[in-house]
């Protein structure tokens, strides 16, 4: 069996704040990246993800823990030293260069022959669609352009890992949505390892093999993108992946796989997915994504279904908004609980009565595998 391409072994990292404390940016990390995988971490703005990359380039060091790359302990190893390269948001190109002036200049640096940096940095821009542009300065390219110079220039090394921090934040949106497709045909095609950084979701859900959720310094969940979505093992981690609805309650019962939960100041019982080892009595929430959940005239219309007589609600259309591929729908449970639900539009028409409006009284429809039962952070 082939050793990780990159390993974390209970690593923290502390920074001293100007109060005297101290902060735990990092707090107890493992986690192991396969080689050849398209890895992310993801998560909001000082959850420690980019000061994990940051500590596997070198950059900084582990308060205490080991980083491994290649079953090598890098200990204090320097960045030039380590078999990886890092891609940043700027892209940190020399603007007085031409563009294979640029993606040659590691390869120079390493007195490498030049017969062999003329083939290197040619192959490099092949890879990078840039074959006929390595004559031009960087501020003759786009944005989108400039971003694929610095992947060159990181590639032609030929790291073991190449690690990316937010590379394609400076793009509008368009053109990231692009870039996006465009990276992870570019690993698949050269086979490295790649560890991205994003606080991105939709960013890593598109490209990544697997994602490590990070809050507060530490890693929550770590699983392939579907497992992330549809599977989430905590609160935090439904909340940030996507939208989602939640009800807050209490479990009364447990049915094999399934929890019985009373949420709070509705009376009813919703029958949903139990997340974790759960108990009567137990405070939790229930995640249900709003394109999972359904509107329907007649509950009569689940005669068959195993649990036809769980989690059909009365429910009043107070907002919809129409949007295109879908329309989003604002209806109340009870008295006062808000659910959003996304019915795609899938027929071709322009009656307005086909269309939920704001008034309707309606029932809903939870299916017992999407209202997922987790435990109360």
């Given at each position: 069996?082939s ?5 974390l ?18 707090n107890?990390v ?30 900084e ?17 320097p960045p ?18 031409t563009?294979a ?23 490099a ?11 031009r ?71 990544s ?15 392939s993108?579907?497992e ?23 479990v009364?019962?447990l ?9 709070d ?13 759960l ?12 394109e ?15 649990h ?33 639900i ?11 009565t ?12 939870i ?11």
């Amino acid at each position: 069996m082939s050793l990780p391409a990159v390993e974390l072994r209970d690593v923290v990292k502390v920074f001293p704040n100007p109060d005297g404390g101290v902060v735990n940016a990092v707090n107890h990390v493992s986690l192991q990246i396969q080689n050849g995988e398209f890895f992310s971490l993801l998560g909001p703005s000082g959850c420690g993800k980019t000061t994990s990359l940051r500590m596997i380039a070198g950059f900084e060091w582990p308060t205490s823990g080991e980083i491994l790359i290649k079953g090598e302990v890098m200990g204090h190893t320097p960045p030039f030293h380590r078999p990886a390269n890092t891609v940043f948001q700027s892209y940190a190109l020399f603007q007085h260069m031409t563009i294979a002036q640029n993606v040659a200049f590691g390869l120079e640096m390493e007195h490498l022959p030049k017969s062999e940096i003329e083939l290197r940095v040619e192959q490099a821009l092949a890879m990078v669609q840039l074959t006929m542009m390595d004559l031009r300065k960087p501020k003759q390219l786009s944005g989108g352009q400039q971003q694929r110079v610095a992947l060159a220039r990181a590639l032609v090394k030929r790291p073991a890992v190449l690690l990316l921090d937010e590379p394609l934040g400076a793009l509008d949106l368009k053109l990231r949505k692009e870039m996006q497709l465009e990276l992870k045909a570019l690993q698949e095609q050269v086979g490295i390892t790649f560890v991205y950084v994003t606080h991105d979701q939709g960013e890593a859900l598109t490209m990544s093999d697997r994602i490590a959720v990070m809050n507060r310094g530490q890693i929550l969940q770590i699983g392939s993108p579907v497992e992330i979505y549809e599977r989430p093992n905590c609160r935090f981690v439904a909340d940030f992946i996507g939208e989602t609805n939640f009800l807050a309650g209490m479990v009364i019962g447990l049915d094999g796989e399934h929890a019985v939960v009373q949420p709070d100041g509705l009376g009813i019982t919703v029958l949903g997915l139990a997340q974790g080892d759960l108990k009567p009595g137990q405070r939790v929430v229930i995640s249900a994504r709003p394109e999972k959940i359904r509107l329907e005239q007649a509950p009569e219309l689940k005669v068959g279904d195993a649990h036809s007589h769980k989690n059909i609600f009365p429910v009043r259309v107070i907002n919809t908004a129409y949007v295109g591929s879908d329309t989003r729908i604002i209806a109340i449970l009870g008295l006062e609980h808000r659910l959003i639900i996304w019915e795609q539009n899938n027929k071709s028409i322009l009656d307005p009565t086909e269309f939920y409006a704001q008034g309707d009284e309606t029932f809903l429809y939870i299916p017992p595998e999407n209202a997922l039962v987790l435990a109360e952070d």
